[in-house]
Structures are given as structure tokens and as C-alpha cells.
């Protein structure tokens, strides 16, 4: 843990800051592989893709907060009347802020006719 000169240590500073918009993209498109893959009856290693989104633009963000914020797209998915990916059951505390962008995430996935939240093989 790299530590400034009396400040939050580096790795807790993405703690406190809202998610921006590219970040909550690259949730969803992550979400949209889970739920292809369980659409296909495919097997898609969540922690490896946890940790590969850690990697790149998530890389501030912890393993418990990219799976939360996946169980807060699982409750936004069943607030709109589709399933949810298995293994990230809705969240009790759905993040509000971002329904829209799920709304519009499915809306495009339906009208491209692919695979929707809880469709499996």
C-alpha cells in the first residue's frame, strides 16, 4: 500500500468517490458476458473476471465493491422485470443512480435481440 504524506492511503481513496460513468460501463458490459454465457450454457469464471476488470479501468475498485455494484445491476435487472445473473442475487440496497443506465443497457440488448438477465440454457 503506497502511502502519501498525511493523506488516505492510495488504496482507499476509490472508497469514498462515486462511480464514474466508464467505470459502471465496464460493469455492464461485464455483466452482459455473464449473462451470455448463462444464456449459451457456458461456464464464465466470475473471480477471473472480477479480478481482469481490476485490472484495467476498475483497478481503484475492490473485489467486494465490483461484486456489489453486480448484485445492484442484478436488483435494477429484477426492478425491470428480468432475471438476474446466478451468483449475484439482488442487492437489499439498490444504488439508484443507476437504474437509467441498466434501463438503457437492457432496452439495447432487447432490441439487438440478444440474451436478457436470467434467459438460460
Known amino acids: 500500500m503506497v502511502r502519501l504524506p498525511n493523506q488516505t492511503p492510495v488504496n ?3 472508497k469514498s468517490l462515486p ?9 455492464l458490459r461485464a455483466y452482459g458476458l455473464l ?10 469464471n466470475k473471480r477471473q473476471l472480477v479480478r481482469t476488470l481490476q485490472a484495467g ?13 453486480f448484485m445492484n445491476i442484478s436488483a435494477a435487472c429484477e426492478k425491470y422485470g428480468f432475471g438476474y445473473v446466478t451468483g449475484y442475487r439482488p442487492a437489499a440496497n439498490m444504488q439508484r443512480s443507476l437504474l437509467p443506465m441498466v434501463r438503457q443497457w437492457l ?9 436478457m438477465p436470467g434467459d438460460r440454457e
Open 19 to 27: 462511480w464514474s460513468i466508464h467505470e459502471n460501463k465496464a460493469l
Open 107 to 115: 432496452t439495447i440488448r432487447e432490441n439487438a435481440g440478444l440474451p
Open 57 to 69: 479501468i476498475l483497478s481503484n475498485r475492490s473485489k467486494g465493491s465490483i461484486e456489489a455494484k
Open 12 to 14: 482507499q481513496m476509490a
Open 35 to 44: 449473462v451470455d454465457a448463462e444464456a449459451e450454457g457456458r461456464y464464465l
